[in-house]
């Protein structure tokens, strides 16, 4: 491909790649753990506009990183995804990461649209908020052809509203009265990012860990039939001008994604082996969110957050009593 023949995608990759390893390393520390490697990655990107050569000789392979490696970072992703352990934890966890998702997703639509909110921004706040966070608003942006703008927001959003909940759980523990088992599926069933599942589980022992976990990639897996329902309602809802007949906008990277989580469950795979998998799909990830960063629009963030903070403030707050009510009555 003539991409790999320019200087411009070498000096993105490069400055990507350092942002992505930087951001794992710094997601490390403990102040830093509740943001995650992937908005740590997108905010060393915005960074890194501040350095006006590196901003502008990078431009065209940061489109690319942006776009490709987001996809690949994606099929890689699957191999977390561990199908019998998720079949193992029975039909209750799989029924409420539907439900839950399913729930987010129209009541943050719903919400961003009343406040006037453009439709591809509230789609992607709305799975964002509903699936896993940076990852669902990266997988589905391409579904409803979104502007870099409109993933940036989206993305900030989900990870504030993310940590701001995940203090909100720790801070009224003491107060529900759970065993720590439905405290792990309230913070798997409420939280957005698995960064934050991890957190908010994590203080509550091993057993709410991997209960927290367990509920939470339950909602990731949902992230492929998410996008391909996603790219038909807004075909069929939006207004294009297409000669000939349109295509069905299946997400093929999700195939992959699937693909990968059946490999690495069924395949004699070591862990060590699919550590390292996981470990390359957020440098993917990572990569992609750093291109990202240096190609957002600051001015048009700032002119268009407050409403979409807000429906997702309302919307985490229904979120938060649903899976409080169901963790109590089903776990």
């Known amino acids: ?19 992505a390893l930087a951001a794992d390393q710094l997601a490390k520390l403990p102040g830093l753990k509740l943001i995650g490697t992937l908005v740590l990655a997108l905010l060393l990107g915005m960074l890194l506009q ?17 776009n490709k490696f987001l996809r690949l970072g994606i099929i890689l992703l699957g191999f977390r995804l561990n199908l019998e352990d998720l079949a193992n934890s ?11 998702v399913s729930f987010t997703i129209l009541v943050t639509y719903q919400l961003c649209r009343k406040m006037n909110v453009e439709k ?3 789609i992607l706040t709305a799975c964002g908020c509903g699936v896993c966070g940076a990852a669902a608003v990266m997988g589905v942006s391409p579904q409803v052809k979104a502007e870099k703008d409109d993933s940036v927001l989206a993305i900030a959003v989900v990870c504030i509203m993310g940590t701001l909940f995940t203090l ?27 960064a934050h599942a991890v957190a908010a589980g994590g203080s509550n022992g091993e057993v709410a860990l991997n209960a927290a976990l367990i509920m939470k990639l339950s909602r990731v897996i949902l992230l492929a039939p998410v996008a391909l329902l996603v790219g038909v309602w807004y075909q069929k809802t939006s207004h294009f001008e297409v000669s000939g007949k349109q295509k069905l ?9 699937l693909a990968s989580s059946v490999l690495g469950t069924f395949l004699p795979i070591s862990t060590g082996v699919l550590d390292m998998l996981v470990e390359l799909a957020y440098i993917c990830l990572g990569m992609a969110m750093a291109a990202l960063g240096l190609s957002v629009n600051f001015r048009v963030i700032k002119e268009r957050g407050m409403s979409v903070f807000i429906a997702a ?5 229904l979120l938060l009593v649903l899976a409080i009510f169901a963790s109590k009555l089903f776990f």
């Open 1 to 19: 491909m003539n991409i790999f023949k320019k200087r411009s995608f070498w000096l993105a990759a490069g400055v990507t790649l350092f942002c």
């Open 50 to 66: 501040l350095v006006k050569p590196v901003r502008e000789h990078s431009a065209a392979g940061v489109g690319f990183i942006s």
């Open 90 to 100: 029975g039909i209750k966890t799989i029924l409420l990461a539907i439900v839950v």
């Open 120 to 122: 591809e921004l509230s």
């Open 168 to 194: 909100i759980e720790i801070v009224i523990k003491p107060l529900l009265g759970m065993d720590a088992v439905q405290l792990g599926v309230l913070n798997g069933a409420s939280l957005h990012e698995i």
């Open 249 to 257: 906008p299946i997400p093929w990277f999700m195939a992959g994604f």
């Open 313 to 317: 403030f309302i919307s985490s707050s």
